[in-house]
């Protein structure tokens, strides 16, 4: 297994530099279910960011870009659940990706419920704001 960084996975889900793109194509290509590449937690925050910051995508098309790499058997995802009802939340318009991944691993953790200053993350299942 090997490591996948933010900036090789958006050249693949992107397709936005012809050279580096087809470098990560030729990557992804060799990866399989049983030598996988490893996404984790944080280059998923990373892509997130930079789909909404420099590409101006929309939640929508966001949340698919992330569920293409759930899909995928070529790619182990760091809590992979947890990542999916992020992308879930964000499609559905109930949430930032990043805030419902945050409540999500709390559950995950253990934690009862995720405490927030935040009123509008506080519609996120087991959110609940501080006053």
């Known amino acids: 297994m090997i490591?996948?960084?933010?900036?090789?996975?958006?050249?693949?889900?992107?397709?936005?530099?012809?050279?580096q793109s087809k470098t990560a194509n030729r990557?992804?290509?060799?990866?399989?279910s049983e030598d996988p590449g490893f996404?984790?937690?944080a280059t998923v925050l990373e892509i997130v960011w930079v789909l909404r910051s420099l590409f101006k995508l929309t939640p929508?098309?966001?949340?698919?870009q992330v569920e293409q790499l759930l899909a995928a058997d070529a790619f182990i995802?760091?809590?992979e659940q947890q990542?999916?009802?992020?992308?879930?939340?964000l499609k559905r318009g109930s949430g930032e990706f990043e805030d419902a991944l945050i409540g999500a691993l709390n559950i995950w953790a253990g934690c009862s419920e995720t405490i927030t200053?935040?009123?509008r993350t506080s519609?996120?299942?087991n959110f609940r704001v501080l006053s």
């Open 39 to 41: 996404i984790s937690i």
């Open 117 to 119: 200053f935040d009123r």
């Open 83 to 89: 990542i999916f009802e992020a992308a879930y939340a």
């Open 27 to 32: 990557l992804m290509a060799r990866l399989t």
């Open 3 to 19: 490591g996948l960084d933010t900036n090789v996975v958006l050249r693949y889900l992107l397709q936005d530099d012809p050279a």
């Open 77 to 79: 995802l760091q809590n």
């Open 123 to 125: 519609r996120l299942p």
């Open 60 to 64: 929508k098309e966001i949340a698919a």
